[in-house]
RNA sequence: GGCGGUGUAGCUCAGUGGUUAGAGCAGCGGCUUCAUAAGCCGCGUGUCGGGGGUUCAAGUCCCUCCACCGCUACCA
């Protein structure tokens, strides 16, 4: 039976994570987890962080703390948010942490080149004897080659803008403690990409179907493919595995290398402390799995070209990639998320003062999924206030208030000879409702969310239509029978949106007096006429209070204005 | 420079080559009063960035120009 493996991208573990990641990678992942768990579907949820790699050591340094220290405290602080956020993982791991990663990696490097898919080059870098490392390109600073201008970095010259190779510089210098490099030869093993496309991956990718914004990009890069690099001089990250063949002294595997076969090591830690050890192989080689990694476009050449490459490589049986729904980028009121220039929202700040459900349903409303999209403090107050406050907050109180008032707090029975009439106006004349779970599965989030709202919607018209208010006086039997079909049809928009806001679906599922989990029933069947009352009528209410405050103008305004001041005091403008 | 993306209603955006191009928000008018001053109904002549082309048919495909943005892969 088919069963969905889903992965997020690993946020690299060298600072916060802001709403563009939480947008980009893991809050669809966990709304199309959460949707296919209620649809009765087996899903693995798989994320943690990766914290090998130049960027952690530098970052760990600067800091004065060990390289362990720094990613915990980064894995913590990650995660909390994500905590806030209600993003829930079945397992949450650190490739540097994880007891399976360095074995598996290392196993992945052995079988890859026993296949003959590695090539090992002897190139020329340059070594700072002080620092007794090998120097990554930036952080060699000289005099740039073309234009002479003497700061220029060793990757690109901030002035003319040309590319530059650090070894062409006259004048070099250790940008960490600023002596003189020495070139100095040395070995890498490189992927051998090109024969990976040309015996098999060119094939697969072509005849794949990907999300438009993946295909053409994916396809483009399949001609210009080149070996790539696979380990590095220095000492955070796995080590080369002992018995390979050449000089592996002070060299680890890259860290695009082993960041993504922590999927697989996590996935292996998860069945480990499950007591199965094995379980994980059912994840990952057999054929019925379907594996769909959640990312940001700036992963899209990892994961629909690199990862699959490594997983064939092996010949061990790996499963590839079904779908990679991966998003474009988020702003912020216009502009890129940038700590450094103050232009964030400090998550700290923000959950004190918000509802993290609402920002969870504002984010999806308003994801990058077909072109870069932002965050506006506008429209998160229209949006919650317009959307959640009115059309679904002042739905439940307005039925479920009159309920308690008139039927002294037990939801209502419909009559027999009630049924078919208001059934025929709830579903045909009080416009269009349907799945929501439809987009979920197309990756559509946005659409999804909005599905949602029209599903409210239709109650709201329905209320009207009927007005229960003037039937109380003039029919009261049908005014019961009113209420008892709005709340059936509150019981199923408190399922539909228990994906997307999990615990304002469980509230609302309290005040309709129910005691067990809003996903309990699983996912809703489409309702249609005689059948779809899932037998409310008699339950007590719990207390109805208002689900989502409003957010007024001055609010919003302070959040704009204290944008622009961060963003000031950043730049010391 | 190279590659890619975007440009549709005041704002944010949807729109497999096929009826008079749609939604939400904002705005205007009416109805209603159960509810978080909430709800419902009605109201859009938009150069689909400009120009050219292919086609019976183009927002949708091709070329070109303009504007904005991202990436360019040894710090993911």
Same mark, same amino acid.
């Given at each position: 039976?088919?069963?969905?493996?889903?992965?997020?991208?690993?946020?690299?573990?060298?600072?916060?994570?802001?709403?563009?990641? +939480?947008?980009?990678?893991?809050?669809?992942?966990?709304?199309?987890?959460?949707?296919?768990?209620?649809?009765?579907?087996?899903?693995?949820?798989?994320?943690?962080?990766?914290?090998h790699?130049?960027?952690?050591?530098?970052?760990?340094?600067?800091?004065?703390?060990?390289?362990?220290?720094?990613?915990?405290?980064? @894995?913590?602080?990650?995660?909390?948010?994500?905590? @806030?956020?209600?993003?829930?993982?079945?397992?949450?791991?650190?490739t540097s942490?994880c007891p399976q990663h360095a074995a598996l990696s290392q196993d992945f490097f052995r079988r890859i080149d026993g296949n003959?898919y590695l %090539?090992? @080059?002897?190139?020329?870098? %340059?070594?700072?004897?002080?620092?007794?490392?090998?120097?990554?390109?930036?952080?060699?600073?000289?005099?740039?080659?073309?234009?002479?201008?003497?700061?220029?970095?060793?990757?690109?010259?901030?002035?003319?803008?040309?590319?530059?190779?650090?070894?062409?510089?006259?004048?070099?210098?250790?940008?960490?403690?600023?002596?003189?490099?020495?070139?100095?030869?040395?070995?890498?093993w490189?992927l051998?990409?090109?024969?990976?496309?040309?015996?098999?991956?060119? *094939?697969?990718?072509?005849?794949?179907?990907?999300?438009?914004?993946?295909?053409?990009?994916?396809?483009?890069?399949?001609?210009?493919?080149?070996?790539?690099?696979i380990t590095r001089?220095?000492?955070?990250g796995v080590p080369l595995p002992a018995g390979t063949r050449g000089?592996i002294a002070?060299k680890v595997l890259y860290v695009?290398f082993d960041a993504p076969i922590g999927?697989v090591s996590?996935?292996q830690?998860?069945?480990?402390?499950?007591?199965?050890?094995?379980?994980?192989?059912?994840?990952?080689?057999?054929?019925?799995?379907?594996?769909?990694?959640?990312?940001?476009?700036?992963?899209?050449?990892?994961?629909?070209?690199?990862?699959?490459?490594m997983?064939?490589a092996t010949?061990d049986?790996?499963?590839?990639?079904?779908?990679?729904?991966?998003?474009?980028?988020?702003?912020?009121?216009?502009?890129?998320?940038?700590?450094?220039?103050?232009?964030?929202?400090?998550?700290?700040?923000?959950?004190?003062?918000?509802?993290?459900?609402?920002?969870?349903?504002?984010?999806?409303?308003?994801?990058?999924?077909?072109?870069?999209?932002?965050?506006?403090?506008?429209?998160?107050?229209?949006?919650?206030?317009?959307?959640?406050?009115?059309?679904?907050?002042?739905?439940?109180?307005?039925?479920?208030?009159?309920?308690?008032?008139?039927?002294? *707090?037990?939801?209502?029975?419909?009559?027999?000879?009630?049924? $078919?009439?208001?059934?025929?106006?709830?579903?045909?004349?009080?416009?269009?409702?349907?799945?929501?779970?439809?987009?979920?599965?197309?990756?559509?989030?946005?659409?999804?969310?909005?599905?949602? &709202?029209?599903?409210?919607?239709?109650?709201?018209?329905?209320?009207?239509?009927?007005?229960?208010?003037?039937?109380?006086?003039?029919?009261?039997?049908?005014?019961?029978?009113?209420?008892?079909?709005?709340?059936?049809? &509150? *019981?199923?928009?408190?399922?539909?949106?228990?994906?997307?806001?999990?615990?304002? $679906?469980?509230?609302?599922?309290?005040?309709?007096?129910?005691?067990?989990? +809003?996903?309990?029933?699983?996912?809703?069947?489409?309702?249609?006429?005689?059948?779809?009352?899932? *037998? %409310?009528?008699?339950?007590?209410?719990?207390?109805?209070?208002?689900?989502?405050?409003?957010?007024?103008?001055?609010?919003?305004?302070?959040?704009?204005?204290?944008?622009?001041?961060?963003?000031?005091?950043?730049?010391?403008?």
């Amino acid at each position: 039976m088919t069963r969905y493996l889903v992965t997020s991208a690993l946020p690299y573990a060298n600072g916060p994570i802001h709403f563009g990641h +939480v947008v980009g990678a893991y809050l669809p992942a966990d709304v199309y987890v959460r949707t296919l768990r209620m649809q009765g579907e087996e899903v693995l949820y798989v994320c943690g962080t990766d914290e090998h790699g130049v960027a952690i050591t530098i970052g760990a340094e600067k800091d004065g703390i060990a390289y362990p220290d720094y990613v915990a405290r980064w @894995r913590g602080v990650i995660k909390e948010t994500f905590d @806030r956020l209600g993003l829930e993982f079945d397992i949450w791991s650190g490739t540097s942490v994880c007891p399976q990663h360095a074995a598996l990696s290392q196993d992945f490097f052995r079988r890859i080149d026993g296949n003959s898919y590695l %090539l090992q @080059r002897e190139t020329e870098q %340059l070594y700072c004897t002080t620092d007794a490392k090998f120097l990554a390109d930036r952080y060699v600073t000289g005099t740039c080659p073309s234009c002479g201008y003497e700061a220029a970095r060793g990757d690109e010259c901030p002035r003319c803008a040309k590319w530059l190779n650090p070894l062409d510089f006259a004048d070099p210098r250790c940008k960490v403690c600023g002596s003189r490099p020495e070139r100095r030869r040395t070995t890498h093993w490189y992927l051998d990409l090109p024969k990976v496309r040309d015996e098999f991956l060119g *094939g697969w990718i072509s005849g794949h179907e990907w999300k438009p914004n993946v295909g053409t990009f994916v396809e483009n890069q399949m001609k210009e493919i080149e070996p790539r690099p696979i380990t590095r001089d220095m000492s955070w990250g796995v080590p080369l595995p002992a018995g390979t063949r050449g000089d592996i002294a002070g060299k680890v595997l890259y860290v695009w290398f082993d960041a993504p076969i922590g999927y697989v090591s996590f996935t292996q830690e998860w069945a480990a402390r499950a007591g199965r050890p094995d379980d994980w192989k059912r994840w990952w080689k057999d054929a019925d799995t379907r594996l769909v990694h959640f990312i940001g476009k700036d992963n899209i050449p990892f994961h629909c070209v690199v990862f699959p490459a490594m997983l064939y490589a092996t010949k061990d049986g790996y499963v590839l990639p079904w779908h990679v729904p991966a998003n474009e980028f988020y702003n912020l009121q216009g502009r890129k998320f940038s700590t450094s220039q103050g232009w964030t929202i400090p998550l700290d700040e923000f959950f004190a003062r918000y509802d993290a459900q609402a920002a969870r349903f504002y984010l999806l409303s308003s994801a990058p999924e077909t072109k870069d999209s932002e965050w506006n403090w506008k429209d998160f107050q229209s949006c919650n206030n317009a959307q959640l406050a009115d059309a679904i907050g002042n739905l439940v109180t307005r039925v479920l208030k009159f309920v308690d008032k008139h039927y002294a *707090g037990h939801i209502p029975a419909c009559a027999p000879e009630h049924e $078919a009439e208001l059934e025929r106006v709830l579903f045909g004349e009080c416009g269009a409702f349907g799945d929501p779970a439809e987009h979920v599965r197309a990756f559509k989030f946005r659409r999804a969310a909005e599905q949602l &709202i029209e599903n409210a919607r239709v109650a709201n018209v329905f209320v009207d239509r009927s007005a229960p208010w003037s039937l109380q006086k003039t029919d009261p039997a049908r005014a019961a029978s009113v209420l008892s079909t709005c709340a059936e049809w &509150i *019981g199923y928009v408190a399922r539909w949106m228990a994906p997307f806001m999990p615990h304002k $679906a469980q509230a609302i599922w309290e005040m309709l007096g129910q005691s067990d989990a +809003v996903t309990a029933r699983g996912w809703p069947q489409r309702p249609a006429p005689g059948a779809w009352r899932i *037998g %409310l009528a008699g339950a007590k209410l719990g207390p109805v209070a208002g689900l989502f405050p409003k957010l007024d103008d001055k609010q919003i305004a302070a959040e704009i204005a204290a944008l622009e001041e961060r963003s000031k005091a950043a730049t010391g403008a």
